[in-house]
């Protein structure tokens, strides 16, 4: 079997470079004192921190993200953590063409997901409108008419205090009002039937109260690591048929229970490693996806906001990544499959503890990676159980220095008789910017935790 050796991701949450900046909050820090905690001007050319939903997105030689296809119904860039609460977000903004009256170039805050959020938005009939935005319920919490135009720059900013929501054209305030759609979630950029550019972003404290759950650039105190489960039902014995196939144009949003009774997604994205596609499902904190197969195209495949459950997923050619796990603490992956991941199939970007078990991969790089390079530098922590490994360099990425630990028990890798595959990489993290270094393998009863009896041969 042929080793690949790859890096870890470069992240889709906050990110620390030559255009992209984070600071940690102080405690306590009210919005007399404000704090900026992200900033993005674009001028390292890039939107890595951000993840796009819908839209044709790119930075210019000028240091611009642009947004140019005027015909997508719904353009996003999201950035941050569904966590934040009270924060102010303000960026420039250059509508470059309207659709129609009601197409719209703006700026969101408090998003829960790509449909559910805190919207400032520029409109084609010359309105600025701050609006809650829950799919395709839209309230207007206030407006003021500005003759909006094409080709000039404004300064949207949106404070979220509590339930009070604000919104600020050039300084201004044109609308204010008490609201409790979302208490908590990301920034965004957002077009609709419009084109535009955005340009210096930021996030700080003056919201109003005391800044929580905002990104820190170290690593939270060390927690003990997690137990292995126990036992559960054998992985998979092979590849299921799906009863029906359905494409798909634009991210699936799942929150509750969804249960595709084995049917195959495809259709999003181009099939490769580029790290702009949108995903084919985004599960809201606390959601379920089920008895899924997802085909080819699969874009960014799952993203998970918050704690999720996949049980019975299935990854018939993983593109970017299967899943990517971003906002919460807990995620289990339970029955299923993936194959034919060039890079990883598991992306653990938030915090917390992932749990793999019952579980096939096969032609991968690797099934599970701690992000090594993301912004936020979290203590991360894998439990693999009951999993068939079958041509995979590696089981698992982690990053020693910042405290991850891999725990691997009942695992079963075949047709390796020279034992090439990986049980468990060990890197160095780094900042956003910078490349992880490997720095060794094997189980040490620290960070990588299993014993010869734990892996099987066949």
Request: hydrophobic share 35%.
């Amino acid at each position: 079997m042929q080793k690949r050796r790859l890096p870890g991701r470069r992240p889709l949450l906050l990110a620390v470079g030559a255009g992209v900046t984070v600071a940690a909050l102080a405690a306590g820090m009210t919005s007399a004192f404000a704090a900026t905690v992200f900033s993005d001007d674009f001028n390292d050319g890039n939107t890595s921190g951000w993840s796009k939903s819908g839209g044709t997105w790119a930075v210019d030689g000028s240091g611009v993200l642009n947004q140019s296809n005027a015909g997508s119904e719904l353009a996003r860039q999201f950035a941050g953590q569904t966590s934040w609460t009270n924060y102010s977000v303000q960026a420039r903004v250059r509508p470059a063409s309207f659709g129609s009256s009601s197409a719209l170039v703006g700026l969101a805050a408090r998003s829960t997901s790509s449909t559910k959020m805190y919207r400032l938005a520029l409109l084609g009939s010359g309105r600025a409108e701050l609006q809650a935005v829950n799919g395709s319920a839209i309230t207007a919490i206030g407006s003021a008419s500005l003759g909006i135009g094409t080709g000039t720059w404004y300064t949207l900013r949106i404070e979220a205090s509590g339930s009070t929501i604000r919104g600020f054209v050039n300084g201004t305030q044109i609308a204010s009002g008490s609201n409790s759609l979302a208490g908590a979630g990301r920034i965004g950029l957002v077009t609709a039937y419009a084109s535009g550019g955005f340009d210096d972003v930021t996030v700080d404290s003056s919201g109003g109260g005391t800044p929580t759950t905002l990104p820190t650039t170290t690593a939270p105190p060390s927690t003990p690591p997690p137990t292995t489960p126990g036992p559960t039902t054998p992985p998979p014995a092979g590849w299921p048929t799906p009863t029906s196939s359905q494409k798909v144009d634009a991210t699936i949003p799942v929150s509750g229970t969804f249960d595709g009774g084995l049917k195959r997604y495809y259709g999003i994205g181009d099939g490769g490693q580029s790290e702009s596609q949108d995903p084919m499902f985004e599960l809201a904190a606390g959601a379920t996806l089920r008895n899924v197969i997802i085909g080819a195209p699969a874009g960014d495949g799952v993203h998970c906001e918050g704690n999720c459950t996949l049980i019975n997923v299935w990854w018939e050619d993983v593109g970017e990544d299967a899943a990517t796990f971003r906002g919460g603490t807990t995620y289990t992956v339970d029955g299923g499959g993936a194959r034919s991941a060039s890079d990883k199939v598991f992306q653990h970007n938030g915090s917390g503890t992932v749990y793999i078990k019952n579980f096939r991969v096969e032609n991968a790089g690797k099934l599970y990676r701690a992000c090594g390079n993301c912004s936020t530098s979290y203590q991360r922590h894998v439990v693999i159980d009951n999993v068939i490994v079958r041509n995979t360099d590696a089981i698992a990425g982690i990053n020693t220095n910042w405290g991850d630990t891999a725990r691997f028990s009942r695992i079963t890798i075949v047709d390796d008789p020279d034992r090439d595959t990986s049980i468990c990489v060990k890197y160095r993290g780094v900042p956003k910017g910078d490349e992880p270094t490997e720095i060794g393998e094997g189980a040490d009863g620290v960070n990588c935790l299993y014993s010869p009896s734990d892996i099987t041969y066949q």
